[in-house]
């Protein structure tokens, strides 16, 4: 009996390493997946930018490298980028198809780290507050470096975001960094902030970002102005957000 127990133990001690064994090559050969994924399209746009003759130094022109990967896919509309950071992606925009991206790849095949992705009810150009989500991977990819601006040393090293768009290059001042628990019923709903229907609303939501920042960071806005709004998921608290507000600035001031 005891040999039999043993057997049927060691069975299923077989069967679990082999699943975990499966499970953790899926997991390698998707990175693997990704990562070359990301290689070939920032070689792309580099590329088209080489080629291209145009002074993209003024931020009311277009990357040529944003194009080719409007072309490649319409989806996407931009690429973010944070100094410090390994927060170098592109950004894809699908309104209509909610959360498309979450587990998506920029050829719309399946993968663990999605992509970023704009908010589907933002409208470039008109909304006030553009969104855009992104995975924390535990690998450190996506937006997982959010992270780092929980401490003001990263902020005061690298306190402003590029945003390369198929519209135009768009820069950023970063106002508030911040962390709260989301769909509590009582919660700061930060996700629901994308058009202000009067100056009132976008004070408030600018009173309310900086009342929960970790840091003053010296920088506000004003009616008017132009946010970003960069979010992720925050693991010290029940479904927890790390956010980082900004907002638009000329690059001469960045």
Same mark, same amino acid.
């Given at each position: ?8 133990? @060691?069975? =299923? ?11 953790? *090559? ?7 997946? +990704? ?9 792309? *746009?580099?590329?088209?930018? +080489?080629?291209?003759?145009? $002074?993209?130094?003024? $931020? ?14 319409? +989806? ?84 402003? =975001? @590029? ?25 700061? +709903? ?36 132009? @946010? ?20 638009? =600035? ?5």
């Amino acid at each position: 009996m005891r040999k039999w127990v043993a057997g049927l133990l @060691l069975s =299923i001690s077989v069967i679990l390493l082999t699943i975990s064994l499966y499970f953790l *090559m899926g997991f390698l050969v998707q990175e693997r997946q +990704d990562n070359q994924l990301q290689q070939e399209l920032q070689e792309l *746009m580099q590329e088209k930018e +080489d080629d291209s003759e145009e $002074d993209t130094s003024d $931020d009311l022109e277009v990357d040529a490298g944003i194009l080719a990967l409007h072309e490649e896919n319409p +989806d996407c509309i931009g690429w973010l980028t944070i100094d410090g950071t390994r927060i170098d992606y592109p950004v894809m925009y699908r309104p209509g198809d909610k959360n498309y991206y979450l587990h998506r790849d920029f050829n719309g095949e399946y993968s663990a780290n999605g992509c970023l992705f704009l908010a589907e009810e933002c409208v470039p150009g008109n909304s006030d507050n553009l969104i855009i989500y992104g995975h924390h991977m535990n690998s450190g990819k996506m937006f997982a470096d959010l992270e780092k601006y929980k401490d003001k040393e990263c902020y005061e090293g690298h306190p402003t =975001i @590029l945003f390369r768009t198929i519209w135009g290059n768009e820069y950023y001042q970063i106002l508030s960094a911040f962390t709260t628990p989301v769909y509590t019923g009582n919660d700061f +709903d930060y996700y629901s902030f994308i058009k202000a229907q009067k100056g009132a609303d976008y004070e408030y939501f600018i009173r309310e970002i900086k009342r929960k920042a970790i840091y003053e960071t010296g920088s506000t806005a004003e009616y008017g102005d132009k @946010l970003l709004t960069l979010s992720t998921c925050e693991y010290s608290q029940r479904n927890g957000r790390m956010v980082v507000v900004a907002k638009k =600035i000329q690059q001469n001031e960045s």
